[in-house]
Structures are given as structure tokens and as C-alpha cells.
């Protein structure tokens, strides 16, 4: 492998890393949801380029804070607990 390449970890194996060196699951959790992912204006810059435009820094700020406030949203459906006896729902009927 080119050592100019970047491998990319998941988080879970993150998780397995921690706790092969014995770190308990409530601690790798905890230490893997503080690093969570941020949005950054270098990935915003490259997005708009991926799309053949640009942003002005203004721009950038408010693409950059509605991304992550999405980010936020979506970790709290993740961390939300469901227990194994919940069954799937058979019919989605979203109410507005």
C-alpha cells in the first residue's frame, strides 16, 4: 500500500481496539462518541468543488453549522436505546 494513502477506521473498529487492550464496552463507547465527526470548511470547499461551484466564507459558516446540527440530530437517533423485544413496524404512515 502507497504510504501516501489514508486508511479510514470505523468506529467499530475503534471499539474492538479498545477492547482487546481491555478497556470496558460503557468506557470504549464513551471515548468513541467523543470523537465524534465535525464538519470542517476544507470538506465543505471540496464538496462545492465535487459540484463545480464555490462558497464564500459566509457561506461556508451556515452550510457549516446546519451540517452539523444534523450531524447532532443524527447521533441522538443513534444513541437512542431500543430494547431486542421491540419488534420492526410493519406499515410507515409519517403524520404531519
Known amino acids: 500500500m502507497d504510504m501516501t494513502e489514508r486508511e479510514t477506521v470505523s468506529r467499530r473498529h475503534v471499539l474492538q481496539i479498545l477492547t482487546a487492550l481491555g478497556v470496558s464496552a ?13 464538519v ?15 462558497f464564500d466564507q459566509q457561506r461556508l459558516a451556515v452550510a457549516r453549522t446546519a ?9 441522538v437517533v443513534r444513541d437512542l436505546e431500543i430494547p431486542d423485544d421491540v419488534e420492526p413496524p410493519t406499515i410507515f404512515a409519517p403524520r404531519r
Open 26 to 38: 460503557p468506557l470504549a463507547a464513551e471515548l468513541a462518541a467523543q470523537s465524534a465527526p465535525t
Open 40 to 54: 470542517s470548511d476544507e470538506a465543505l470547499r471540496g464538496a462545492a468543488a465535487l459540484l463545480g461551484g464555490t
Open 67 to 75: 451540517l452539523q446540527r444534523n450531524l447532532d440530530q443524527f447521533q
